[in-house]
C-alpha cells in the first residue's frame, strides 16, 4: 500500500502482511475513518488451506505509520471484497465466501476487530456490489448476487428481502439516505434486444415501492454499459454511458444530456464510460471515458471530461496520456476542490500488471 501526499510524493509504503505457504488471491477496497485509520482486508490460499486478515492502519498522517492485522478465516474472499464503514455505530461490513453462495454479508466491530455478525442465509454485496446506509437508522441496503434486495440493522436483523426489478441485473445502486429511496441502473430483459433504464424504489418499507422508471434514449438503449449512478444533496442523480452523460431529478424527468464524444471517436475508439467523481461544491463533474480494457485492435482513446452538474455544460475535455495500449481505469479520487488523482493498470493478468497514478488540477 502507497500513500501519495498532495504534491504527488510517497509519504509511506506498507507491506501486506503475508501468511507461509499460501498465495494471496483477493484484497478489499480501502476505507477510512475519521481519524484518519484506513483499513481493509486480504485474503490467501495453499493447496488445501484458506485464510484472510482485517487490518488497521494508524498514524496514517505522519512518516511512521503502523499497521495491526488480525487472522480471520471468516472474512476469506475471492478476488475484491467490497468493504463499507457505518461510523456512527462503530462498524465495518463486507462480503465473505460461503460454501453455499457466491457470498454472505459479515460485520466486524470497527474498534476491535472482532465479529460482531454473519448471515449465511442470504447474498452478500458479491463481486459487483458494495454496500449503502442510512446514517441516521444504521439500516444497511445491498444487492445480492440473487437480484434481491436486502435492508438489514446494523444489529443483524433483516428488514427487507425484495426484489426490485423483474428480469433485470446490476448489484450496484445510490441511495438518499433521507429519504430511503435507491436509484438504479440495469438493463430489461422482456425483450431483445435488453434495453438500458434507471429506475428508483422507495425502500423505506418492507414493500419495495416503484417511484418512477427513466428509458434510455434511442442512441444509448442499447448499451450494455453504463455509470454507477452518482447522486448530490437535491436528488438530483447523474450517470453516463458513451456518448452522453445525462442528470435525472427526483421525478424521473431528465434535466439536461451532453454528448462527451463524436460519432467518428465512437466508432474508431468502441468508447465506453468507466465512472463518475462529483465535487459538489464546486457543481463539478469529472467523467472517466475511454476504449475498453482488453486488447484493441486499433488506436485507443482515454479521457476525463469536466461537466457543470446544473447545466451539462462541457467544462473542459482532459486528454489522458498513458500511451498506445489498452488500460483498467479507476475511478479519480478528488483531494477538496484543488487537485484529483487518477489511476490506472496497464498489462494482462496474469502477467505482470503496473499500477501508474497521475495528479491532475481540479477546475
Not at 19 to 35: A, H, L
Not at 169 to 175: L, N, P, T
Not at 302 to 327: C, P, Q, S, W
Amino acid at each position: 500500500m502507497v500513500c501519495l501526499t498532495m504534491n504527488g510524493t510517497v509519504r509511506w509504503k506498507v507491506d501486506i502482511e503475508t501468511v507461509p505457504d499460501m498465495d494471496p488471491i483477493g484484497v478489499s477496497n480501502i476505507v477510512s475513518d475519521r481519524e484518519g485509520n484506513l483499513f481493509y482486508t486480504a485474503s490467501w490460499s495453499g493447496d488445501t488451506i484458506y485464510t484472510a486478515k482485517i487490518c488497521r492502519i494508524t498514524n496514517t498522517q505522519t512518516s511512521n505509520p503502523v499497521q495491526k492485522c488480525i487472522e480471520n478465516y471468516d472474512l476469506f474472499f475471492y478476488v475484491s471484497a467490497p468493504l463499507a464503514i457505518l461510523q456512527e455505530y462503530d462498524l465495518l461490513i463486507t462480503a465473505v465466501s460461503d460454501n453455499e453462495i457466491e457470498s454472505v454479508p459479515l460485520v466486524l466491530n470497527k474498534t476491535t476487530l472482532d465479529l460482531f455478525w454473519i448471515n449465511r442465509h442470504f447474498f452478500g454485496a458479491g463481486l459487483h456490489g458494495d454496500y449503502r446506509w442510512n446514517s441516521n437508522t444504521g439500516d444497511l441496503f445491498w444487492i445480492g448476487g440473487d437480484d434481491r434486495l436486502l435492508k438489514f440493522t446494523y444489529k443483524g436483523e433483516k428488514l427487507i428481502n425484495n426484489f426490485t426489478q423483474f428480469d433485470g441485473f446490476g448489484e450496484d445502486f445510490v441511495i438518499d439516505r433521507h429519504e430511503e429511496v435507491i436509484v438504479r441502473s440495469w438493463q430489461n430483459g422482456t425483450s431483445l434486444p435488453w434495453k438500458l433504464m434507471v429506475s428508483s424504489n422507495d425502500v423505506s418499507t418492507e414493500k419495495i415501492k416503484l417511484r418512477w422508471d427513466w428509458h434510455a434514449p434511442p442512441i444509448i438503449a442499447d448499451n450494455n454499459d453504463i455509470t454507477l449512478p452518482t447522486m448530490d444533496d437535491n436528488g438530483t442523480v447523474y450517470l453516463s454511458s458513451m456518448p452522453l452523460a445525462f442528470a435525472i431529478d427526483t421525478n424521473g424527468r431528465t434535466v439536461w444530456t451532453s454528448e462527451l464524444a463524436t460519432a467518428s471517436e465512437m466508432k474508431n475508439f468502441n468508447l465506453l464510460s468507466f465512472c463518475i467523481a462529483m465535487n459538489s461544491k464546486r457543481r463539478i463533474l469529472y467523467i472517466v471515458s475511454g476504449s475498453p480494457s482488453y486488447p484493441q485492435k486499433t488506436d485507443v482513446l482515454y479521457f476525463i471530461t469536466a461537466v457543470h452538474m446544473d447545466t451539462g455544460k462541457i467544462i473542459k475535455r482532459i486528454d489522458l496520456n498513458v500511451g498506445n495500449e489498452t488500460i483498467s481505469a479507476k475511478c479519480p479520487i478528488l483531494i477538496g476542490d484543488e487537485i484529483l488523482y487518477f489511476s490506472w493498470q496497464t498489462g494482462q493478468y496474469p502477467h505482470l500488471v503496473p499500477f501508474k497514478v497521475t495528479r491532475i488540477l481540479q477546475l
